[in-house]
């Protein structure tokens, strides 16, 4: 059987050891917390606000062009004038034309004619017969019809007239009417027209053709 190990009446007992010690931080957590926070936002703006503290200018909107870079606009050249046209001569009788496939030469005008053919076969005019004597030279290089009907005769009023063709058939040599010209043949025709009594004839229209573009011949 052991004995007990006698003590010291002296001696004190032993305090329990006391607890670690916390540090202020960790005594306050939510106040440290607070001061990184602040800590934090004064960094970042202390980054952030570095650099040149003159304020920028906002950016132009999409599809703007800033003043001070803009392309002066080129300046506007004056339109060039239009280049004069050479003045139309317009042939006078005597004087060789050309319309397509003809080469016409107007010789002389008879104005004032009652009456075309003799008395048994003839016409009366409505007004007066212009008789137009002409020659008609084919210079093209295939044959063509001469047609009196294809003229036109203008008067001083402005005024556009057919050719008669059956005034022209009592003339017997008017050869104006269908008249076939070989390449390089020429013929002498004679175109009627019947005007009013008191027209003065201006110009004439001549035309290798119905549909051609025509010359003028002045005849006033």
Same mark, same amino acid.
């Given at each position: 059987?052991?004995?007990?190990?006698?003590?010291?009446?002296?001696?004190?007992?032993?305090?329990?050891?006391?607890?670690?010690?916390?540090?202020?931080?960790?005594?306050?957590?939510?106040?440290?917390?607070?001061?990184?926070?602040?800590?934090?936002? /004064?960094?970042?703006?202390?980054?952030?606000?570095?650099?040149?503290?003159?304020?920028?200018?906002?950016?132009?909107?999409?599809?703007?062009?800033?003043?001070?870079?803009?392309?002066?606009?080129?300046?506007?050249?004056?339109?060039?004038?239009?280049?004069?046209?050479?003045?139309?001569?317009?042939?006078?009788?005597?004087?060789?034309?050309?319309?397509?496939?003809?080469?016409?030469?107007?010789?002389?005008?008879?104005?004032?004619?009652?009456?075309?053919?003799?008395?048994?076969?003839?016409?009366?005019?409505?007004?007066?017969?212009?008789?137009?004597?002409?020659?008609?030279?084919?210079?093209?290089?295939?044959?063509?019809?001469?047609?009196?009907?294809?003229?036109?005769?203008?008067?001083?009023?402005?005024?556009?007239?057919?050719?008669?063709?059956?005034?022209?058939?009592?003339?017997?040599?008017?050869?104006?009417?269908?008249?076939?010209?070989?390449?390089?043949?020429? /013929?002498?025709?004679?175109?009627?027209?019947?005007?009013?009594?008191?027209?003065?004839?201006?110009?004439?229209?001549?035309?290798?053709?119905?549909?051609?573009?025509?010359?003028?011949?002045?005849?006033?």
């Amino acid at each position: 059987m052991s004995q007990p190990v006698p003590t010291d009446p002296t001696s004190t007992p032993a305090e329990p050891s006391a607890a670690p010690r916390r540090s202020w931080f960790a005594r306050h957590k939510v106040l440290t917390t607070l001061g990184a926070m602040v800590a934090l936002v /004064v960094v970042v703006g202390a980054l952030g606000g570095g650099g040149d503290d003159t304020p920028t200018a906002a950016p132009a909107p999409a599809g703007t062009v800033e003043a001070d870079t803009a392309a002066a606009p080129a300046a506007e050249e004056p339109a060039a004038e239009p280049a004069e046209e050479p003045a139309t001569q317009t042939a006078s009788i005597g004087t060789p034309v050309r319309d397509g496939k003809f080469e016409f030469t107007v010789t002389s005008i008879e104005a004032g004619v009652a009456h075309v053919g003799d008395d048994m076969f003839g016409k009366d005019a409505q007004g007066q017969f212009t008789l137009v004597h002409m020659t008609v030279t084919n210079i093209g290089d295939e044959a063509q019809y001469f047609d009196g009907s294809s003229q036109k005769l203008v008067d001083a009023q402005g005024r556009t007239h057919s050719a008669d063709g059956s005034a022209a058939i009592y003339l017997g040599d008017a050869e104006s009417f269908l008249n076939q010209i070989n390449p390089g043949n020429s /013929v002498q025709g004679t175109v009627v027209f019947d005007i009013p009594a008191d027209a003065t004839p201006a110009s004439l229209e001549l035309h290798d053709s119905m549909f051609s573009g025509g010359v003028t011949v002045s005849v006033g």
